[in-house]
């Protein structure tokens, strides 16, 4: 009996899975599209509260590790004019979500040589002393930084990311939680951490991030203009190429023309935010 009952499920399987996938996916639109005009759609598997928590454990984790090796805020002056410039950001999330402006943002430096800064699911974030320092970044520069971090954690790329590698692997993962064969759930913590710190942002996330970033720094009341300069500075330090901060996606001519162009389209935002 037991032998008929599984062949009747694995018959029902390919049904059982589509249902399944039809009722996880959903296409949302998570940020109004702002003077740039970032209006792409995104399809997700997996909620917003399962990420952001995702996200805030392994926050947490970084910076006990970072604590314990005396790497975390250690100069107040930094820290303090970091947290300045994020602050004025972070109240212009609302131009693209009414409920960003309300995250539990948290920003933290961290001690190391990298040139390099993340923001993850919910608005966690942080930068690096390397780019700062190495890079002498302005406020404007640091404004287009971390606003272009910032712009990742608004459109939900990581979520979008994960979605992604969920879908990849779906067949495996749905079957054995119908089944019961092997682990029925993900590693949601191990899988953010992947596409947050691992691999590289796609074309598309990069651009969406760069446009988003221009306008929230015009916003805010930094030259949006400091994007491409920003760009510049880190490419010279790496042969042309970008490091692993700003991915080897778009072409660095690319790229900065279409900073350039963004960032002209926003002017009128920064110059009345300079009134």
């Known amino acids: 009996m037991k032998g008929v009952l599984m062949d009747v499920l694995r018959g029902m399987l390919p049904a059982m899975l589509a249902a399944t996938v039809t009722v996880a996916c959903q296409t949302v639109q998570t940020t109004g599209g702002g003077a740039v005009g970032v209006q792409r759609s995104q399809l997700m598997m997996v909620s917003a509260q399962e990420v952001e928590q995702a996200s ?11 604590r314990r090796k005396n790497a975390l805020n250690r100069d107040a002056a930094t820290v303090e004019r970091v947290r300045r410039i994020v602050s004025r950001l972070t109240v212009q999330t609302a131009a693209f979500r009414p409920d960003a402006p309300r995250w539990q943002w948290e920003v933290n430096v961290f001690t190391s040589n990298e040139l390099n800064a993340w923001c993850m699911a919910g608005g966690k974030m942080a930068i690096y002393t390397g780019l700062i320092e190495r890079l002498q970044l302005s406020d404007d520069e640091i404004a287009a930084v971390m606003g272009h971090e910032i712009a990742h954690a608004l459109r939900e790329h990581a979520r979008e990311r994960v979605s992604k590698s969920m879908a990849t692997g779906l067949g495996v993962s749905v079957a054995g939680a119908l089944l019961g064969v092997g682990q029925a ?8 951490a992947k596409v947050t710190f691992e691999l590289p942002n796609s074309r598309e996330h990069e651009t969406e991030a760069d446009r988003i970033g221009v306008e929230l720094a015009a916003r805010a009341g930094y030259d949006p203009r400091a994007a491409v300069t920003l760009w510049n500075k880190m490419a010279s330090q790496s042969a042309g190429a970008p490091p692993q901060w700003l991915s080897t ?20 935002l920064y110059q009345g935010a300079r009134r």
């Open 185 to 192: 759930g993900q590693d949601l913590m191990g899988m953010v």
């Open 249 to 268: 996606h778009p072409a660095h001519a690319s790229r900065q023309r279409d900073l350039a162009e963004y960032a002209a389209r926003v002017m009128p």
């Open 56 to 66: 805030s454990k392994q926050y947490q984790e970084m910076l006990a590790e970072a």
